[in-house]
């Protein structure tokens, strides 16, 4: 099972990106999906998850710049990033809790890291 990250890149404050990240291998089913940000220096955090049934939430500094969305179909989350500041540069990593073919319990897997830098 792999979770592949893509989207990151470079970037001038109030420009877009959008980032992506698609499942693959024995999935049988993802619930929660999420993106988690690491600055230089900084401990990772929480950016914005969504349910499989699509309830998100959002880190107070996001809030009405970042959308996340997620299509069930594909085993893929996003990250529509709008209006991005230079305080929105790290290494964005996503994260699911999903379940694998013949497995019973939900387990938590990371994408790897995907570089966003903001200049301003």
């Known amino acids: 099972v792999q979770l592949q990250a893509s989207g990151g890149g470079f970037v001038q404050a109030g420009g877009s990106l959008r980032l992506s990240c698609a499942g693959s291998g024995n999935i049988f089913s993802i619930n929660d999906m999420g993106w988690y940000r690491q600055a230089p220096g900084k401990q990772r955090e929480l950016v914005a998850s969504?349910?499989?049934?699509?309830?998100?939430t959002y880190t107070d500094s996001v809030k009405g710049r970042f959308s996340i969305s997620r299509d069930n179909a594909k085993d893929t989350v996003y990250l529509q990033m709008n209006s991005l500041k230079p305080e929105d540069t790290a290494v964005y990593y996503c994260n699911a809790d999903l379940r694998v073919i013949g497995g019973t319990v939900y387990q938590n897997y990371w994408g790897q890291g995907t570089l966003v830098t903001v200049s301003s």
């Open positions: 969504i349910t499989r049934r699509g309830m998100t």
